[in-house]
T-cell receptor, first 113, second 112 residues
Framework: GESVGLHLPTLSVQEGDNSIINCAYS??????FIWYKQESGKGPQFIID?????DKRQGQRVTVLLNKTVKHLSLQIAATQPGDSAVYFC????????????FGKGITLSVRP | NAGVTQTPKFRILKIGQSMTLQCTQD?????MYWYRQDPGMGLKLIYY???????DKGEVPNGYNVSRSTTEDFPLRLELAAPSQTSVYFC???????????FGSGTRLTVV
C-alpha cells in the first residue's frame, strides 16, 4: 500500500471559509514534506514545504502543520477563494532516496461561491 | 526560463505501437523524474535520473525505458504500448539537495 494517504477524497467549502486538508504518512524516517496543488489539465505546483524538525510553517494564506507523533500533516488555507479549487497532494521524502518523493492520492477541493 | 517542457500534450496509440515522450528542462537541474498519474490516484515514479548518463528504476518501470544523454533532456520510451499504460505522464526536475519539484504540464496518453 501507499505510505502517504489522505483521509478524504473530496472537500467542499464555502468561499471565504478556511479549508483544512489532512494527510497521513506511515514512514517515521521521512524528513521532508511538501504540499502540491494541481489544477485541471496542469502539472502539480509547489505550495509549501516543511522539514521534520518543524511543527508549523506559514506561507501566504497557507499553513502546514506537522504532527510527528501521529504521523499527520495538514494544509490550512485561509479565506478560501475560487482559485483554490484544485486537487491537493501531500508528498514525503525518505532520506537517501535520491530526492524521490512519495505522493498521496490527492484530495479535490471545491469552493462554493 | 521555460522550466520543464513536455511534448506531446496528447497522444492516442494503438496497442503494440511505440512512442517517445519528450521532456526537456532549461534550469540546469541534475535530477529528473518521470511519474504517471492514473485517475483518482497519486503519482507513481517510473524512472529517474540523477545526472547525464545515470538512470534508475522507480516504482513502476515495466514497459518503459529512459535515457539521459544530456542534462537537459530525459525522454521516456514506450516500446509496445498496452492499455494499462493509458495515463497522464509528468516529468519533473530539481537541483541537487532540493525536493521542490518543478513539473511539466503533462502528456495525456491513451492506448486503444
Amino acid at each position: 500500500g501507499e505510505s502517504v494517504g489522505l483521509h478524504l477524497p473530496t472537500l467542499s467549502v464555502q468561499e471565504g471559509d478556511n479549508s483544512i486538508i489532512n494527510c497521513a504518512y506511515s514512514n517515521s524516517a521521512s524528513d521532508y514534506f511538501i504540499w502540491y496543488k494541481q489544477e485541471s489539465g496542469k502539472g502539480p505546483q509547489f505550495i509549501i514545504d516543511i522539514r521534520s524538525n518543524m511543527d508549523k510553517r506559514q506561507g501566504q494564506r497557507v499553513t502546514v502543520l506537522l504532527n510527528k507523533t501521529v504521523k499527520h500533516l495538514s494544509l490550512q488555507i485561509a479565506a478560501t477563494q475560487p482559485g483554490d479549487s484544485a486537487v491537493y497532494f501531500c508528498a514525503e521524502n525518505i532520506p537517501g532516496a535520491n530526492s524521490k518523493l512519495t505522493f498521496g492520492k490527492g484530495i479535490t477541493l471545491s469552493v462554493r461561491p | 526560463n521555460a522550466g520543464v517542457t513536455q511534448t506531446p500534450k496528447f497522444r492516442i496509440l494503438k496497442i503494440g505501437q511505440s512512442m517517445t515522450l519528450q521532456c526537456t528542462q532549461d534550469m540546469n537541474h541534475n535530477y529528473m523524474y518521470w511519474y504517471r498519474q492514473d485517475p483518482g490516484m497519486g503519482l507513481k515514479l517510473i524512472y529517474y535520473s540523477v545526472g547525464a548518463g545515470i538512470t534508475d528504476k522507480g516504482e513502476v518501470p515495466n514497459g518503459y525505458n529512459v535515457s539521459r544523454s544530456t542534462t537537459e533532456d530525459f525522454p521516456l520510451r514506450l516500446e509496445l504500448a498496452a492499455p494499462s499504460q493509458t495515463s497522464v505522464y509528468f516529468c519533473a526536475s530539481i537541483p541537487p539537495g532540493s525536493y521542490g519539484y518543478t513539473f511539466g504540464s503533462g502528456t495525456r496518453l491513451t492506448v486503444v
